[in-house]
């Protein structure tokens, strides 16, 4: 018999006090929990910035039309001039000046000689401060926002989920999804958080608003 | 039995470990400080979420639904990720995963691997069994590169290395780290960041070059194939789409049923692990991806002694388990003993229940008795498994496999059953206990004892026992009868 | 209402005083309290130990003893909750469909002495008077356990002149565990420092519990560093008795 046989027998003879006839769904899963924790009449994306920044990641908030000087401004005050930039990222949101841009495909030791990368975001997640990355359009393999020191991520506000309940339903598990949640960190040392281990160490998040409002810049 | 791993050979019995380990002030001083640094940040996020009751009470169902069709979600598993162009391994124990894993690898030419901190590799005494073959693992976890540079154990589920502080893992760091590769930087010192920077730099080169990595699953979904690593340094994320080659070995009880199932476990894990509303980074992958991330995907999926404790329907709950290390972090017990005390690579009250059930009683025969059953655990832990119900039923077992009518425990046992079921018998040991304590008594105190209770008496007075017991009161003062 | 005290076996043997003092407290509320004398013990011990079998007939003698009451009242928050959680068990694995029957009635009625007073009888003020500094320690029982939450401070605050005081990491173990403090003694003792150094960080002068048990252990560590502080179970405050020497 095959380990996978064998292994499967075990399993079935462990749980002979399981009646023949109970389904998985037989086995009630109560879910009293809520979809979302926002507060009824909170904004999503206010606390989406609030709950990134938590994380000591900086959040813009920019309308469509700033989004270039936005970037161009992070990138100036990070020092970060060399980039990856994934296929598929809007051209109208790049800012322009003597930064170099360099397109896919890019092997990893070309990623590890940029100074960071600029991506899209598939889905936030306003409750958890989380952006979430599918290799999607505009984002990259996951190499590309993991390899460079620094990330610069712009997500539209509309792309923000209210909880994790509804981001796990925007979200196709086929793809190859990272959920980020502020720069690289670890709690090895003593259990406290300190930023900055092996993935970017400076996280910058750019917020699209939908409305042209001005743009508040908070960090 | 077969080779399971999980307990470190010879290690002494819990009593006496922990002796040890109480005389280590260093140690003591440095669990303090990180148990209850984590403890506030826990019931802080915790709490920022009214519905958390709610939240664990569905993570239990949905645990308990997986555990009691345990067969049927595996098939599904295998058969999804096997549609999305992954391979699927099956291993009854340790020694035979090791076997698996190790062939995998050799299959690719490789003799260094990069790892990903994982609680079933470490059970099955993986870098060991590899290095056997001629194959170097790197850990890439910053806890377990301390724990491997230091040639230590890991003593803890989530931060193997909270047994040493930072001014130890600085030492560490600039007396081994040359010997494994990238040396620490000259003038290093103890502050976290620079640490942290400190592996960065050491472990870069090998993110870089590597081609086969190993990695845990804290989950793996079985409708869609979708398997998920929890991690914070992206160590994680660096072994999971670098290299060419991903082994996963995960325990048998880490499916889940369906994608959105998910939605409860990462809620409650990083709030309950790191005390965070989320952590830094998580990975889902299904299968391969073309252009992006490894382009051989294995996950072997291990039973090691899973089956024998689903047979237990009292300590099946343990396989809830999503090693949050919450029920470690409020342990009285572990807070004191720290984890080498329970020799094994599940301390703490999970290790209390689980190793026992994986290696049999008889292999960890003093680990359920290391609880007060104080319960904190319980009501700390995210998939609420009763933890000291498990602890007293496997007490029970314990008492049943020695069982030898001649112990003294078990003589003391026998004859206190008998007194006590009978109120004659009871009221005559009541006086002559009352008669022999205020012998031995001073001052209405019972000093240092002699024989079995010496641990005891070592720093605690016991009272003297009344002139008369209530029941000798109540008949004399209430009944009339003496 | 039919009221039986269960003393249990360890307050019978060592602080009678808490059983009188049970007794003044509802006397003194109007009610009349029986003691059926075949009660001897929970088994908590035994089933704690490991020894089922030999708790297993302690479960059918409680039964037995206690059939006829509408409210079984015990100063033992351990004792209460090992009657509430395992006897069901013990009947399960041990006994007979009748027995399971009966322990499946009593339990509900059996009550830990504050739950009777605040849940039951709905009262707090128990016409007490203490006036000394006193803190409280929730014993693991009393408060994961049974969950008794601030019952015991509601029905301390409502005592006359004491003055209730904070205890520093009130939570945490004390180290007891029953055979626990034997069998790993050491580790026992550490979590006793921490918990005997609370209570002198409180500056009470009396340390009361729903347990006469970890009073026991707190109250030998207090004692053997010579500290003066005395523990006292939380009935003795509420019968407004100094209770006798311990
Ligand atoms: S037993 Fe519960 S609290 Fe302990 S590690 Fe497992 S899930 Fe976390």
Partial sequence: MSSRE?????????????????????????????????????????????????YRATVHRAAPEDVPAVIARALTERGVGRLALPSGFPTELLPGGSRQ?????????????????????????????????????????????????????????????????????????????????GPSATSDIELDRVEGVHGPRTLDVVIVEQSVEQSVEQS | MSDRGVVWLGSPSFPEAARTALADQQLRTNLRRATTTIRDKRLAVAAELDDWEELRTAAEAIKRRTARHLDRYLLQLEE???????????????????????????????????????????????????ALEGITAYETDLAELIVQLGEDRPSHILVPAIHKNRTEIRDLFAAE??????????????????????????????????????????????????????????????????????????????VVPTWSD???????????????????????????????????????LLDNGRTDTLADTVGRQVLACIRCSACLNVCPVFERTGGHAYGSVYPGPIGAVLTPQLVGVEQAASLPFASTLCGACYDACPVKINIPEVLAHLRAEVVEAKRHPLSPEALAMKAAATVLDSPRLLSAAQKAASLGGRVLAREGRIGRLPGPLHGWSDTRDSPAPPAESFRTWWRKNREGTP | MRIALFITCFNDTLYPGTGRAVLTVLERLGHTVDFPQEQTCCGQMHFNTGYRPEAAPLVARFARAFADYDAVVTPSASCAGMIRENHPVLAEQYGSTSLQQQVAELVPRVYEFTEFLTDVLKVTEVGARFPHKVAYHPTCHSLRGLRLGDRPLRLLRAVKDLDLVELPSADSCCGFGGTFAVKNADTSSAMLADKAAGVLASGAEVLCAADNSCLMHIGGGLSRQGSGVRTMHLAEILAGAEGEKR
């Fill in chain 1, 6 to 54: 064998t292994i499967l027998a075990r399993i079935r003879g462990a749980l002979a006090d399981v009646p023949a006839e109970e389904g998985p769904e037989h086995v009630a899963v109560e879910r009293a929990y809520r979809r979302s924790h926002l507060e009824p009449g909170q904004d999503p994306v206010e606390l989406f910035a609030e709950r990134v920044a938590d």
């Fill in chain 1, 101 to 181: 841009w360099q397109s896919e495909p890019l092997t990893v030791p070309e990623l590890e000689a940029l100074d960071g990368s600029v991506t899209l975001a598939a889905v936030g997640i306003a409750v958890t401060g989380t952006i979430v990355l599918d290799a999607g359009p505009g984002q990259g393999r996951r190499a590309l926002s993991l390899v460079p020191d620094y990330h610069l991520c712009v997500i539209r506000a509309e792309q923000i989920a209210d909880d994790l309940p509804d981001a796990l339903a925007r979200l196709d598990p086929a793809r190859p999804l990272t959920f980020i949640s």
């Fill in chain 2, 80 to 130: 999804a990720v096997t549609a999305a162009g992954g391979s699927v391994h099956w291993a009854g124990d340790a020694a035979e995963a090791n076997r698996i894993v190790a062939a995998l690898i050799q299959a690719t030419g490789e003799r260094e691997v990069v790892k990903i901190k994982s609680m079933a590799t470490q059970e099955i005494g993986l870098n060991e069994a590899l």
């Fill in chain 2, 177 to 254: 780290m040359a010997h494994w590769g990238e040396p620490a930087p000259e003038g290093l010192s103890d502050d976290p960041r620079e640490l942290a920077e400190a592996a960065r730099r050491h472990l870069r080169k090998k993110f870089l070059a590597a081609k086969v990595a190993v990695s845990g699953a804290n989950f793996a979904v079985a409708d869609t194939g979708t398997v998920t690593v929890v991690e914070s340094e992206g160590n994680g994320r660096m072994c999971l789409s670098l290299p060419e080659t991903l082994i996963t070995v995960m325990g048998i009880e880490k």
């Fill in chain 2, 262 to 300: 998910l939605e409860v476990f990462l809620q409650l894990l990083p709030r309950s692990s790191t005390g965070e509303r989320m952590n830094p980074y998580t990975s889902t992958w299904t299968g391969v991806t073309e252009g992006d991330g490894p382009s051989q995907f294995h996950l072997v």
